[in-house]
Nanobody, 132 residues
Framework: QVNLVESGGGSVEAGGSLRLSCVAS????????MGWFRQAPGKEREGVGV???????????YYADSMKGRFTISQGSAKDTMYLQMNDLQPEDSATYYC??????????????????????WGQGTQVVVSS
């Protein structure tokens, strides 16, 4: 079992920034890919980006096309820690942000894109509210 805990959510005004954190614990040897998703009320969960955590691709990141530019994923000093830096936040970025993890040996997610079904483990989410 892998446990994921997100933190760093909160309320900001449009144009502001937030950094979310995700810490994985438990049997993390079962995973090599961590990702960020978000879900706004009444909408489907959408991918932000992923980061590979082990081997020669450790720290390598890939983003959903719509998320490129204002969002940056990075790895902490501990390989099981992941950050999401969000800049120039807009009201449409308001959502619950989730951390997820999975094993993706062949980097399939990086090649074809990410979806919620690709991930086996999920955190509880952290809420981000952006006011105009």
């Amino acid at each position: 079992q892998v446990n994921l805990v997100e933190s760093g959510g909160g309320s900001v005004e449009a144009g502001g920034s937030l950094r979310l954190s995700c810490v994985a614990s438990g049997y993390t040897v079962n995973t090599n890919c961590m990702g960020w998703f978000r879900q706004a009320p009444g909408k489907e969960r959408e991918g932000v980006g992923v980061m590979y955590t082990t081997g020669h691709v450790a720290g390598r990141t890939y983003y959903a096309d719509s998320m490129k530019g204002r969002f940056t994923i990075s790895q902490g000093s501990a390989k099981d820690t992941m950050y999401l830096q969000m800049n120039d936040l807009q009201p449409e970025d308001s959502a619950t942000y989730y951390c997820a993890a999975t094993l993706d040996v062949h980097m399939t997610i990086a090649m074809r894109g990410m979806g919620p079904a690709d991930f086996d483990y999920w955190g509880q989410g952290t809420q981000v509210v952006v006011s105009s």
